[in-house]
């Protein structure tokens, strides 16, 4: 089975400017989780969705959106860009977590904001 | 709220000896999962170990185990026979499963490094 896949690996934006970023789960995952990691703070939980419908959120602003397709394809959305927003963000694929719950993480896409 | 504490920012660690990572977690929760994910340098995150708190038995893989203290709530990963390959930045996770949703913390992670 091919892994988590995300798109693009890098981006170059600036302050003002919106950024989409992609991710392909493991084939037959439904469940997508998307995080930020910043040197010092370690993961921090962006939002999930399951089944095209978010289930779980973190406690970022508005500005972080994000959506899933019905092939479970997801994407999360930045607007209004901030210096402070550069970072890796990684997205994560899950079967049905009825029990165990491990994810399965992407390479990650890393978000400069200049 | 739940919370994770990774005490040791960076730790490093002598080829072939032994190495202990340290984990506390703060939760009323009594069913819930921990788990430990290694994240090598430019490389994706992978599962190490993971632990169900109802189990008593400490979950072992191979070089890999943990000392599950549930009543402390702490959650220590120990590599034994350490290798060059386990150098990467380790990170403690809590999930908690309610109602067919979940939710991941991860603590801010220990940068180990293995010394030749």
């Known amino acids: 089975k091919a892994g988590v896949t995300q798109t693009p690996r890098y981006l170059i934006k600036t302050r003002g400017q919106q950024v989409t970023l992609s991710c392909s789960p493991i084939?037959?995952?439904?469940?997508v989780s998307w995080y930020q990691q910043t040197p010092g703070q370690g993961l921090q939980f962006l939002f999930e969705y399951f089944s095209e419908t978010q289930r779980n959120k973190g406690n970022f602003p508005g500005r972080f959106s994000g959506r899933q397709f019905s092939n479970s394809r997801s994407e999360m959305n930045v607007s209004t860009l901030e210096l402070g927003d550069s970072a890796l963000y990684l997205c994560?694929?899950?079967?049905?977590?009825?029990?165990?719950?491990?994810?399965?993480f992407g390479p990650g896409t890393r978000l400069t904001v200049l | 709220a739940q919370t994770v504490t990774q005490s040791q920012p960076e730790m490093s660690v002598q080829e072939a000896e032994t190495v202990t990572l340290s984990c506390t977690y703060d939760?009323?929760?009594?069913?819930?999962?921990l788990f430990w994910y290694k994240q090598p340098p430019s490389r994706q995150m992978i599962l190490v170990i993971r632990q169900e708190a109802y189990k008593q038995q400490n979950a072992t893989e191979n070089r890999f185990s943990v000392n599950f203290q549930k009543a402390a709530k702490s959650f220590s990963l120990k590599i034994s026979d350490s290798q060059l390959g386990d150098t990467a930045m380790y990170f403690c996770a809590f999930m908690r499963s309610t109602s067919g949703t979940y939710k991941y913390i991860f603590g801010t992670g220990t940068r180990l490094k293995v010394l030749a």
């Open positions: 994560a694929s899950s079967s049905d977590p009825g029990g165990w719950g491990e994810q399965f």
């Open positions: 084939s037959g995952h439904r469940s």
């Open positions: 939760t009323s929760e009594n069913n819930y999962y």
